[in-house]
């Protein structure tokens, strides 16, 4: 067997009456096979105002928040009561890192027939990527305070349309509802959930997500669902969204639950920096390493403005 710089192994074997024997080429393809891809929410449900503010791993950025003034009745001639300001700090610290390594051999280098470092790099910024979303969204479901009429993990949300079911659209409405009890903003929120969610929202009566509802816009990309809003959010699907263990819940569920998650694009500030991408030689055999590191930080500014939503579908 020869195998020839451009992609082609020809065995060469001898036939029972031919002297000279014959080959049958193998032709290998120049496509490579991309494997499947979960698409990334968490760039757009967070903000991203102290990205330029940070520089290495273990990086703190304290932001002040907005100090709380009182307003006191006035009666003329008496002394007004003043408020003390103070420099109450949240800490947003770049405290997540994650790295990628593999060689490259001379040889693959210089024969293959397709670009290995290429594609192995850009692999490796999915995976970094989709790590960096499971992560942010584990964070925002961990500091979401908004959970009255939410469900727990004893008594979640059944979802559904049978008798005794929550119909989605009124636990989404709910959302928004509380979301106003604390003056959120209206524009810029959001609503992530896994994709059976929005399965069974899909098979309201209404049609809601339906291409004649939305004018035939509805797109995946970035995993958003659809291009309008439903009461007040922005939809988007992913299956990175946290779960809870509900096999022993009532109603019961499964030991891999996921949560929906809701809220307000100012809740949760995201920081993030590739520090380092390099190729170095490797001293043991005849390869490149080609190696990285990737660092982020993430916080939950606004626990009143984030919500979850714990839910069974029987």
């Given at each position: 067997?020869?195998?020839?710089?451009?992609?082609?192994?020809?065995?060469?074997?001898?036939?029972?009456?031919?002297?000279?024997?014959?080959?049958?080429?193998?032709?290998?393809?120049?496509?490579?096979?991309?494997?499947?891809?979960?698409?990334?929410?968490?760039?757009?449900?967070?903000?991203?105002?102290?990205?330029?503010?940070?520089?290495?791993?273990?990086?703190?950025?304290?932001?002040?928040?907005?100090?709380?003034?009182?307003?006191?009745?006035?009666?003329?001639?008496?002394?007004?009561?003043?408020?003390?300001?103070?420099?109450?700090?949240?800490?947003?610290?770049?405290?997540?890192?994650?790295?990628?390594?593999?060689?490259?051999?001379?040889?693959?280098?210089?024969?293959?027939?397709?670009?290995?470092?290429?594609?192995?790099?850009?692999?490796?910024?999915?995976?970094?990527?989709?790590?960096?979303?499971?992560?942010?969204?584990?964070?925002?479901?961990?500091?979401?305070?908004?959970?009255?009429?939410?469900?727990?993990?004893?008594?979640?949300?059944?979802?559904?349309?049978?008798?005794?079911?929550?119909?989605?659209?009124?636990?989404?409405?709910?959302?928004?509802?509380?979301?106003?009890?604390?003056?959120?903003?209206?524009?810029?929120?959001?609503?992530?959930?896994?994709?059976?969610?929005?399965?069974?929202?899909?098979?309201?009566a209404s049609k809601l997500l339906s291409v004649d509802f939305n004018a035939g816009q509805g797109s995946i990309r970035n995993g958003l669902v659809a291009s309008g809003q439903l009461r007040g959010f922005t939809m988007y699907k992913s299956t990175n969204?946290?779960?809870?263990?509900?096999?022993?819940?009532?109603?019961?569920?499964?030991?891999?639950?996921?949560?929906?998650?809701?809220?307000?694009?100012?809740?949760?500030?995201?920081?993030?920096?590739?520090?380092?991408?390099?190729?170095?030689?490797?001293?043991?055999?005849?390869?490149?390493?080609?190696?990285?590191?990737?660092?982020?930080?993430?916080?939950?500014?606004?626990?009143?403005?984030?919500?979850?939503?714990?839910?069974?579908?029987?």
């Open positions: 067997m020869a195998k020839f710089a451009g992609g082609s192994t020809y065995n060469f074997a001898l036939s029972g009456n031919q002297a000279n024997g014959f080959f049958i080429p193998e032709i290998y393809s120049k496509k490579v096979q991309i494997a499947l891809r979960k698409a990334a929410v968490a760039e757009a449900i967070c903000n991203t105002d102290y990205m330029g503010e940070i520089a290495n791993f273990g990086d703190t950025v304290n932001i002040i928040k907005e100090p709380q003034i009182t307003v006191n009745d006035y009666t003329r001639g008496l002394t007004v009561n003043s408020t003390n300001l103070t420099d109450e700090e949240l800490v947003l610290t770049i405290d997540q890192a994650k790295s990628f390594s593999f060689k490259l051999d001379d040889l693959e280098r210089r024969f293959s027939h397709v670009n290995f470092q290429a594609i192995a790099s850009d692999n490796a910024a999915y995976k970094l990527k989709d790590a960096m979303d499971a992560n942010i969204l584990a964070a925002i479901n961990a500091g979401a305070a908004v959970t009255n009429g939410m469900g727990t993990t004893g008594t979640p949300i059944d979802i559904g349309f049978a008798s005794g079911e929550v119909d989605p659209l009124n636990q989404m409405a709910l959302a928004a509802l509380e979301l106003d009890k604390n003056s959120v903003a209206e524009e810029g929120r959001w609503f992530v959930a896994h994709p059976e969610w929005y399965n069974v929202l899909s098979n309201t969204v946290p779960t809870n263990d509900l096999s022993g819940a009532s109603p019961a569920g499964s030991a891999t639950a996921p949560v929906a998650l809701f809220g307000h694009i100012s809740a949760t500030s995201a920081a993030s920096a590739m520090n380092k991408v390099e190729t170095v030689r490797d001293t043991a055999t005849l390869s490149d390493i080609v190696r990285g590191l990737m660092v982020w930080g993430r916080k939950v500014l606004r626990t009143d403005s984030v919500g979850k939503i714990i839910y069974v579908i029987d």
